[in-house]
C-alpha cells in the first residue's frame, strides 16, 4: 500500500479493499440491537415521566383532585422501573453481561410485574366504567381508567420490547466471547 500521494502498491489495481469493509455480523446485530434499546429507552422515560409527574403533581396538591386523580398504588413501585434502565444503559459501552443481564431480571420485577398488577388493581373499575359508564377517577377530563390502561398498554409493549432485545444483544455479546475463547 501507498501513501496518497505515493505510487500504488505492486501487484494491486486498487479493488482488494472489499474484504478490509466487512464487518463480524455480531458486531452489526449488537450496534442495531443497541440503537433500538436506545429509542424504547427514550420512550420508557417519558412513560416514566407521565407517571412521576401524575404522582407529584397529585401529592403535592398543586391541581384539584377533580383534574389530576390520586394515583393508583402500582404507580409507586412502577417509579423504580428507571433504575432497570439505567443499569441497561452502563452495560451499553463496554458489553457487561453480567449488567444487561441483571437490568433483564429487575425490568420484570420494577417494570412488567407493577404494570400486571396494576391491571388487576383497575380491573373492577373498568368493569364499571364498561357496565355502567361510571367513573369516579379522572385526568384531565378523561377517565383515569381508560388514560392509565392506555398508558400501561404501550408501557407492556416497550417493556417486552425492551426484554426482547437485551435477549438477543445478550446472545450476540455471548457468541463474540465464544469465539474469542476459541481463539
Not at 404522582?55 to 383532585?65: A, I, M, Q, Y
Not at 396494576?118 to 388514560?147: N, T
Request: charged share 15%; net charge positive.
Amino acid at each position: 500500500m501507498a501513501s496518497r500521494a505515493g505510487p500504488r502498491a505492486a501487484g494491486t489495481d486498487g479493488s482488494d479493499f472489499k474484504h478490509r469493509e466487512k464487518v463480524a455480523s455480531h458486531y452489526q446485530m449488537s450496534a442495531s440491537l443497541k440503537s433500538e434499546i436506545k429509542k424504547l429507552t427514550v420512550v420508557h422515560f417519558f412513560i416514566w415521566i407521565l407517571v412521576a409527574a401524575q404522582v407529584v403533581v397529585s401529592h403535592l396538591n398543586l391541581v384539584s383532585h377533580d383534574l389530576v386523580a390520586m394515583p393508583y398504588q402500582w404507580e409507586y413501585p412502577y417509579l423504580l422501573s428507571l433504575l432497570p434502565t439505567f443499569i441497561g444503559a452502563l452495560a451499553m459501552p463496554k458489553n457487561n453481561i453480567s449488567y444487561l443481564v441483571i437490568s433483564m431480571i429487575s425490568a420484570g420485577l420494577f417494570s412488567v410485574a407493577p404494570l400486571i398488577f396494576g391491571a388487576m388493581e383497575m380491573f373492577p373499575l373498568a368493569q364499571q366504567l364498561y357496565r355502567h359508564g361510571k367513573a369516579y377517577r379522572f385526568i384531565f377530563g378523561f377517565s383515569a381508567v381508560s388514560v392509565m390502561y392506555l398508558l400501561m398498554v404501550i408501557a407492556i409493549q416497550v417493556h417486552a420490547w425492551q426484554i426482547y432485545y437485551s435477549k438477543k444483544l445478550l446472545d450476540a455479546w455471548f457468541n463474540s466471547t465464544q469465539e474469542k475463547k476459541k481463539k
